[in-house]
């Protein structure tokens, strides 16, 4: 541990000579004293400029810190507002018993996990103790009972991104009970949260979380026409939306997003089977409809204004008109290679289907002289 402590504090003392050097400072600034390439005087340190180091270096040798001086333990309780413990393999949950008292302002917290660690107690400690929080990503907490977004509605009223992927003990009375607490919600991901995403959890989410932007439901097999419909009433500022692998979705959920959610950019369809061109043309006759003013040229329209990306694999129903629409209404879609945003993998029969600038290429690979060519 001595050894550890010494290597961590030999970073501090490297990433203080480099903000010394960066702002053109003399080493003895603020009281400050380098004596046989050791810092002396941390508890003089004014604490702006203990968080511009602390800002240089990682975020374990941002725990060790917090021990070194009662300066630097201050500073960090007082002004670390991101950490992430992603690189812990072990002890993660302990770790997060211990921090979360202490960090008290944290406003970003990355708890992501290979190997399941946390527990509901984790997540009951950062509830009790960091009311600030916004950001959290509690993705592949296998352990994690309704407990915890039981205590996360309560305690982290603030939250505008969640990640809760992968947690599949979740229940949707417990998200929905969630919902109605973090209203500010603009980024969530439930991917594989098979039990918790369901209609009824999605119709709370329509219901109190409006400014929803990005949403994840890859996988949640649970979730139905009903559901999606109420998301698009309910969050029309709605821009990004995964519905990979929701087989039960038809072409109703389809249209509700391209009659409200008019900011849509990105839309996944994959191994929706029941889409068919219907769904399609919706999407493009929505452009239509939506855009302003009906005389402007389509090369002028900003391609930032529709979709994106749009992923229908496996949606072995649609015929290439239908996707051909939809592909010469949205210009940022593209099929052409290196810039595929209109994925179709799977779909043999959409072949023919090619965005505005592969056919332009087409076009003048045609017109180049034989003899030229040859």
């Known amino acids: 541990m001595v050894g550890k402590d010494n290597l961590r504090t030999e970073?501090?003392?490297?990433?203080?000579?480099?903000?010394?050097?960066?702002?053109?400072?003399?080493?003895?600034?603020g009281g400050v004293k380098m004596e046989g390439g050791v810092i002396t005087g941390w508890k003089d340190i004014p604490m702006e400029l203990l968080l511009q180091i602390v800002s240089l270096v990682d975020d374990q040798t941002v725990i060790m810190a917090s021990g070194v001086c009662r300066?630097?333990?201050?500073?960090?309780?007082?002004?670390?507002t991101h950490l992430s413990l992603s690189w812990c393999n072990k002890n993660m949950n302990n770790l997060?018993?211990?921090?979360?008292p202490k960090f008290t302002k944290l406003q970003s917290l990355i708890l992501r996990q290979d190997k399941t660690q946390l527990e509901d107690d984790a997540v009951q400690t950062i509830s009790n103790c960091c009311h600030d929080l916004q950001v959290l990503d509690l993705s592949k907490s296998f352990k994690l009972s309704d407990r915890s977004l039981f205590a996360l509605a309560h305690g982290c009223r603030n939250l505008s991104k969640l990640n809760i992927s992968g947690c599949s003990a979740f229940s949707d009375s417990a998200l929905a009970y969630l919902a109605s607490f973090c209203q500010n919600?603009?980024?969530?991901n439930l991917c594989g949260c098979v039990q918790a995403a369901s209609d009824i959890a999605l119709q709370a989410i329509g219901r109190y979380c409006s400014q929803l932007q990005s949403l994840?439901?890859?996988?949640?097999?649970?979730?139905?026409?009903?559901?999606?419909?109420?998301?698009?009433?309910?969050?029309?500022?709605?821009?990004t939306l995964d519905?990979?692998?929701?087989?039960?979705?038809?072409d109703d959920s389809v249209i509700a997003l391209a009659n409200r959610c008019l900011h849509l950019r990105s839309l996944g369809l994959y191994y929706c089977q029941n889409i068919t061109d219907?769904?399609?043309?919706?999407?493009?006759?929505?452009?239509?409809?939506n855009k302003t003013p009906m005389w402007k040229p389509m090369k002028e329209m900003n391609d930032e204004d529709g979709l994106r990306t749009l992923n229908i694999s496996q949606c072995t129903a649609l015929t290439p008109p239908a996707v051909q629409a939809v592909c010469d209404t949205f210009p940022a879609l593209h099929t052409c290679s290196g810039r595929h945003s209109l994925i179709m993998s799977g779909c043999l029969n959409l072949m023919s289907v090619h965005c505005v600038c592969a056919v332009h290429a087409h076009r003048t690979a045609s017109n180049i002289p034989h003899r030229l060519i040859e």
Do not use: Q
């Open 11 to 29: 970073d501090l003392n490297l990433c203080f000579e480099k903000l010394m050097m960066l702002s053109g400072n003399g080493i003895g600034t």
């Open 71 to 80: 300066g630097w333990r201050d500073a960090i309780s007082l002004g670390l």
């Open 96 to 100: 997060v018993l211990s921090l979360a």
């Open 185 to 188: 919600l603009k980024v969530l």
């Open 216 to 239: 994840n439901l890859g996988w949640c097999d649970n979730v139905s026409d009903v559901g999606v419909m109420c998301l698009a009433y309910g969050c029309p500022d709605l821009r």
């Open 243 to 250: 519905l990979c692998g929701c087989v039960r979705i038809t």
């Open 278 to 289: 219907t769904a399609m043309y919706s999407l493009a006759h929505s452009r239509v409809k």
